[in-house]
T-cell receptor, first 116, second 114 residues
Framework: AQKITQTQPGMFVQEKEAVTLDCTYDTSDQSYGLFWYKQPSSGEMIFLIY??????QNATEGRYSLNFQKARKSANLVISASQLGDSAMYFCAMRERNTGGFKTIFGAGTRLFVKA | ETGVTQTPRHLVMGMTNKKSLKCEQHLGHNAMYWYKQSAKKPLELMFV???????ENNSVPSRFSPECPNSSHLFLHLHTLQPEDSALYLC?????????????FGNGTRLTVT
């Protein structure tokens, strides 16, 4: 069963505007971590922001914020004041405990296009 | 040298070849991972190693054989691959414990099986 769902294959945003990328997840664990990663066309995966399941406040990192709604199991990424360099694939991920350690699983990703 | 380094960056191999992908991390992490990224599919977790011990094999075919000689090095040995194995193979590392540990990725190896 899909555990991380990103329903937007592609999104367009005008430069300098804000954009929200959706992510829902499914887990029966009480303790888990939620992450967003950016993958530019060059291929490297870049960690953007983290939210813990017990964190009551939404995480923020510069222009990135994570809108965490635990009851709805959603962890949407908000990018404020979009820049041309934000054009990339964005992946939502969840880290949880498994046998012997921890593992991180990813959603299918959303491709963001920033228009000048 | 810092971060996670993968070699080679590109690899073309025939179905009867044997090759290996290498990953090295200089971050002091104790967990390492192989992921496969195919077009139009989510990143697929293949293997997880914690303190050199394999803790996850995500139903990966035996033609992929991982090796983790120490906490800093991870290999993926390839033999008799199929064209559908063509993909970007990403190595990552993290602190082993805790749900709050982000993954640090290498730049990947773009594999083409002919």
């Amino acid at each position: 069963a899909q555990k991380i769902t990103q329903t937007q294959p592609g999104m367009f945003v005008q430069e300098k505007e804000a954009v929200t990328l959706d992510c829902t997840y499914d887990t029966s664990d009480q303790s888990y971590g939620l992450f967003w990663y950016k993958q530019p066309s060059s291929g490297e995966m870049i960690f953007l922001i983290y939210q813990g399941s017990y964190d009551e406040q939404n995480a923020t990192e510069g222009r990135y914020s994570l809108n965490f709604q635990k009851a709805r199991k959603s962890a949407n990424l908000v990018i404020s004041a979009s820049q041309l360099g934000d054009s990339a694939m964005y992946f939502c991920a969840m880290r949880e405990r498994n046998t012997g350690g921890f593992k991180t699983i990813f959603g299918a990703g959303t491709r963001l296009f920033v228009k000048a | 040298e810092t971060g996670v380094t993968q070699t080679p960056r590109h690899l073309v191999m025939g179905m009867t070849n044997k090759k290996s992908l290498k990953c090295e991390q200089h971050l002091g992490h104790n967990a390492m991972y192989w992921y496969k990224q195919s077009a139009k599919k989510p990143l697929e977790l293949m293997f997880v190693y914690n303190f050199k011990e394999q803790t996850e094999n995500n139903s990966v075919p035996s033609r992929f054989s991982p090796e983790c000689p120490n906490s800093s090095h991870l290999f993926l040995h390839l033999h008799t691959l199929q064209p559908e194995d063509s993909a970007l193979y990403l190595c990552a590392s993290s602190h082993g414990a805790g749900v709050n540990s982000p993954l640090h990725f290498g730049n990947g190896t773009r594999l083409t099986v002919t």
